[in-house]
Protein backbone atom coordinates (compact mmCIF):
# COMPACT_ATOMS: atom_id res chain seq x y z
CA UNK A 1 0.00 0.00 0.00
CA UNK A 2 1.16 3.63 -1.09
CA UNK A 3 1.66 6.10 1.95
CA UNK A 4 0.70 9.49 1.07
CA UNK A 5 2.95 11.94 2.21
CA UNK A 6 0.67 14.63 3.90
CA UNK A 7 3.64 16.87 3.99
CA UNK A 8 3.73 17.18 0.52
CA UNK A 9 0.84 18.85 0.80
CA UNK A 10 1.00 21.08 3.93
CA UNK A 11 4.83 22.07 2.43
CA UNK A 12 3.32 25.62 0.30
CA UNK A 13 1.29 26.53 4.20
CA UNK A 14 3.71 25.01 6.42
CA UNK A 15 6.01 27.82 7.29
CA UNK A 16 2.36 30.25 7.54
CA UNK A 17 0.71 27.54 9.85
CA UNK A 18 3.49 27.42 11.98
CA UNK A 19 4.77 29.87 14.72
CA UNK A 20 8.02 31.13 13.86
CA UNK A 21 10.76 30.00 16.03
CA UNK A 22 12.99 31.32 18.87
CA UNK A 23 16.19 29.89 18.46
CA UNK A 24 17.79 30.58 21.99
CA UNK A 25 16.06 27.19 23.34
CA UNK A 26 17.35 24.81 20.54
CA UNK A 27 20.90 26.71 19.75
CA UNK A 28 21.56 26.35 23.92
CA UNK A 29 20.38 22.55 24.02
CA UNK A 30 22.42 21.99 20.67
CA UNK A 31 25.27 23.84 22.23
CA UNK A 32 25.66 26.59 19.58
CA UNK A 33 28.08 27.81 18.48
CA UNK A 34 29.84 25.52 17.27
CA UNK A 35 32.49 24.45 14.22
CA UNK A 36 31.45 21.38 12.33
CA UNK A 37 28.33 20.34 10.36
CA UNK A 38 24.48 20.10 11.65
CA UNK A 39 22.09 17.55 10.13
CA UNK A 40 18.76 18.64 10.63
CA UNK A 41 16.40 14.95 10.53
CA UNK A 42 12.79 15.58 9.40
CA UNK A 43 14.17 18.94 8.67
CA UNK A 44 11.48 19.63 6.90
CA UNK A 45 11.24 23.31 5.31
CA UNK A 46 14.16 24.67 7.16
CA UNK A 47 12.54 26.81 9.06
CA UNK A 48 14.81 25.43 12.56
CA UNK A 49 18.18 25.64 10.32
CA UNK A 50 17.36 28.88 8.90
CA UNK A 51 17.21 30.09 12.56
CA UNK A 52 20.57 28.20 13.71
CA UNK A 53 22.07 28.83 10.15
CA UNK A 54 24.74 31.37 11.34
CA UNK A 55 25.81 29.80 13.99
CA UNK A 56 27.23 26.07 13.12
CA UNK A 57 29.44 25.58 9.59
CA UNK A 58 27.17 23.60 7.06
CA UNK A 59 23.77 22.15 7.82
CA UNK A 60 21.71 19.81 5.37
CA UNK A 61 18.15 19.28 5.84
CA UNK A 62 17.01 15.54 5.31
CA UNK A 63 13.38 14.85 5.02
CA UNK A 64 11.14 12.47 3.31
CA UNK A 65 8.76 14.95 1.99
CA UNK A 66 10.07 16.29 -1.59
CA UNK A 67 7.38 19.03 -0.75
CA UNK A 68 9.01 20.35 1.96
CA UNK A 69 12.71 19.80 0.48
CA UNK A 70 11.89 22.21 -1.84
CA UNK A 71 10.52 24.93 0.34
CA UNK A 72 13.96 24.48 2.44
CA UNK A 73 16.15 25.31 -0.80
CA UNK A 74 14.58 28.42 -1.28
CA UNK A 75 15.40 29.65 2.00
CA UNK A 76 19.01 29.49 1.17
CA UNK A 77 22.35 27.42 1.11
CA UNK A 78 21.12 24.33 2.84
CA UNK A 79 22.32 21.20 1.09
CA UNK A 80 18.63 19.03 1.37
CA UNK A 81 18.46 15.60 0.98
CA UNK A 82 15.07 13.62 0.55
CA UNK A 83 15.24 10.29 2.68
CA UNK A 84 13.87 8.23 5.37
CA UNK A 85 15.20 8.53 8.62
CA UNK A 86 15.39 4.63 8.99
CA UNK A 87 18.48 4.57 6.86
CA UNK A 88 20.83 7.93 6.47
CA UNK A 89 22.70 8.06 3.43
CA UNK A 90 25.96 9.45 5.42
CA UNK A 91 28.84 7.45 6.34
CA UNK A 92 29.58 6.86 10.14
CA UNK A 93 30.30 9.82 12.70
CA UNK A 94 30.02 12.73 9.38
CA UNK A 95 28.00 14.97 11.72
CA UNK A 96 28.95 17.70 14.72
CA UNK A 97 25.44 17.85 16.14
CA UNK A 98 21.92 16.12 14.70
CA UNK A 99 19.08 17.92 15.50
CA UNK A 100 15.08 16.40 14.91
CA UNK A 101 12.42 18.49 15.39
CA UNK A 102 8.70 17.47 16.09
CA UNK A 103 9.18 14.91 13.56
CA UNK A 104 10.53 11.50 15.77
CA UNK A 105 6.59 10.64 16.18
CA UNK A 106 6.48 10.93 12.35
CA UNK A 107 8.60 8.08 11.35
CA UNK A 108 7.91 4.05 10.51
CA UNK A 109 10.70 2.79 13.42
CA UNK A 110 11.39 5.13 16.09
CA UNK A 111 14.28 2.69 17.34
CA UNK A 112 15.83 2.29 13.83
CA UNK A 113 15.56 6.24 13.66
CA UNK A 114 17.19 6.51 16.81
CA UNK A 115 20.64 4.34 16.24
CA UNK A 116 21.26 5.74 12.93
CA UNK A 117 21.20 9.44 14.70
CA UNK A 118 23.87 8.15 16.92
CA UNK A 119 25.42 6.51 14.05
CA UNK A 120 26.22 9.42 12.30
CA UNK A 121 27.12 11.81 15.27
CA UNK A 122 30.58 11.71 16.27
CA UNK A 123 32.59 11.53 19.22
CA UNK A 124 32.12 14.29 21.43
CA UNK A 125 29.25 15.45 19.17
CA UNK A 126 25.15 16.02 20.37
CA UNK A 127 21.80 14.95 19.45
CA UNK A 128 18.85 16.49 20.62
CA UNK A 129 15.29 15.55 19.80
CA UNK A 130 12.17 17.76 20.21
CA UNK A 131 8.82 16.60 20.59
CA UNK A 132 5.85 16.89 21.63
CA UNK A 133 4.65 15.15 25.27
CA UNK A 134 2.44 12.76 25.00
CA UNK A 135 1.92 12.66 28.63
CA UNK A 136 0.37 15.93 28.41
CA UNK A 137 -3.62 16.07 27.77
CA UNK A 138 -3.62 18.21 24.72
CA UNK A 139 -0.98 16.12 23.15
CA UNK A 140 -3.03 13.08 23.12
CA UNK A 141 -6.08 15.43 21.36
CA UNK A 142 -3.12 16.18 19.13
CA UNK A 143 -2.17 12.65 18.21
CA UNK A 144 -5.90 11.77 17.96
CA UNK A 145 -6.21 14.45 15.45
CA UNK A 146 -3.18 13.21 13.67
CA UNK A 147 -4.57 9.30 13.61
CA UNK A 148 -8.08 10.71 12.16
CA UNK A 149 -5.79 12.56 8.96
CA UNK A 150 -4.64 9.30 8.55
CA UNK A 151 -1.47 10.24 9.36
CA UNK A 152 1.29 7.55 10.51
CA UNK A 153 2.47 9.25 13.72
CA UNK A 154 3.15 6.89 16.66
CA UNK A 155 3.96 9.26 19.78
CA UNK A 156 6.06 8.41 22.84
CA UNK A 157 7.15 9.71 26.08
CA UNK A 158 10.35 10.94 26.68
CA UNK A 159 11.61 8.54 29.00
CA UNK A 160 11.25 5.94 25.98
CA UNK A 161 12.87 8.24 23.49
CA UNK A 162 15.62 8.73 26.16
CA UNK A 163 15.64 4.91 27.19
CA UNK A 164 16.11 4.26 23.50
CA UNK A 165 19.44 5.90 23.70
CA UNK A 166 21.19 3.15 25.84
CA UNK A 167 24.78 3.01 24.82
CA UNK A 168 27.82 2.97 27.17
CA UNK A 169 29.03 6.27 25.86
CA UNK A 170 25.59 7.82 25.75
CA UNK A 171 24.93 10.81 28.53
CA UNK A 172 21.15 11.55 28.31
CA UNK A 173 18.76 13.89 29.99
CA UNK A 174 15.34 15.53 29.39
CA UNK A 175 14.42 18.95 29.44
CA UNK A 176 10.71 19.88 29.46
CA UNK A 177 8.60 23.21 29.08
CA UNK A 178 4.67 23.06 28.49
CA UNK A 179 3.62 20.33 26.14
CA UNK A 180 7.46 20.15 24.43
CA UNK A 181 10.26 18.13 25.53
CA UNK A 182 14.16 18.00 24.73
CA UNK A 183 16.09 14.84 24.77
CA UNK A 184 19.85 15.93 24.48
CA UNK A 185 22.09 13.05 23.72
CA UNK A 186 25.72 13.34 23.98
CA UNK A 187 28.25 10.87 22.38
CA UNK A 188 30.93 10.76 24.57
CA UNK A 189 34.54 10.44 23.41
CA UNK A 190 36.15 6.34 23.98
Known amino acids: MTHINHFDFLAPLYDRLIKPV ?21 GGTGRISYSLRDMITDIVI ?42 LHHVIDYRATANELWRVVIPGGRIVIEEPNIQKLTIKYVALMEKLALMRSHFISPIQIKDTFCYPNASTRIESEGTTSWIVIEKLDG
Open 62 to 103: VDSSIGMLTQARRKGSFITICSNSEELPFKNESFTRVIMVDA
Open 22 to 42: DPTKMSKLVGLPVRGNLLDVG
